[in-house]
């Protein structure tokens, strides 16, 4: 999974659906169904996401899509055992980062 966001403080639910490359309903349900997703909202009720929400997509998209837990079973996880859910998925994040990186070090030899 490789999720190419700008640095903003909030990102609408169209632009966090295609850097995940999913549908904004599944956003909107996974918003439903785990606590931790808690997207501000504006007037017109149009969802705007922290990077700290962004964080969080990225860890159920991995528990659920990447290591194929049920979503009851993505909840009972992340509730048991986030602290060390999240330092796996920090380190795992970072050296999927540092292979992106090399690979494009390697193309431009």
């Known amino acids: 999974m490789y999720i190419d966001l700008p640095e903003k403080r909030y990102y609408g ?38 990077p700290e929400d962004i964080k969080n997509l990225k860890l159920i998209y991995h528990l659920v899509k990447e290591r194929g837990f049920t979503l009851e079973g993505a909840k009972i996880h992340l509730k048991e055992s986030k602290k060390d859910t999240l330092t796996n998925f920090e380190i795992i994040s970072k050296l999927e980062d540092v292979k992106n990186q090399l690979i494009k070090i390697k193309q431009h030899l």
């Not at 995940?20 to 606590?35: C, G, M, P, T, Y």
């Open 13 to 50: 639910i169209g632009e966090v659906a295609k850097a995940f490359n999913v549908n904004a309903s599944l956003i909107r349900f996974w918003e439903k169904e785990f606590d931790a997703l808690k997207p501000k909202k504006n007037a017109k009720g149009n969802r705007k996401f922290t």
